[in-house]
């Protein structure tokens, strides 16, 4: 479980190629998500950022492209931008 006191989400114009991504320091979290998405691909966001720091993957030493690969194969896609 991760806890509301271990993370901030921080809404980003951004690219629409971009969905949203995390950075840590120390242990907190702050997911940046894109603001021009629509509220269901936020949350979709929100969620997969959240199952990062649920399954640790900042500490992973498996390649990047690997542990992207095991979170989006349940991936849905809502990239409708405004």
Do not use: T
């Not at 269901?40 to 993957?57: A, G, M, P, T, V």
């Not at 542990?67 to 896609?77: D, G, P, Q, T």
Request: glycine residues 2%; aromatic residues 14%.
């Amino acid at each position: 479980m991760v806890y509301e006191f271990e993370y901030r989400i921080i809404y980003v114009d951004m690219p629409c190629s971009i969905k949203a991504y995390m950075s840590e320091i120390d242990g907190f979290y702050n997911i940046f998500v894109n603001s021009r998405l629509n509220c269901e691909q936020n949350e979709f966001s929100i969620r997969h950022e959240l199952e990062h720091i649920q399954q640790k993957d900042f500490y992973k030493e498996e390649p990047v492209d690997s542990i992207e690969k095991a979170r989006h194969s349940k991936r849905l896609v809502f990239a409708n931008c405004i």
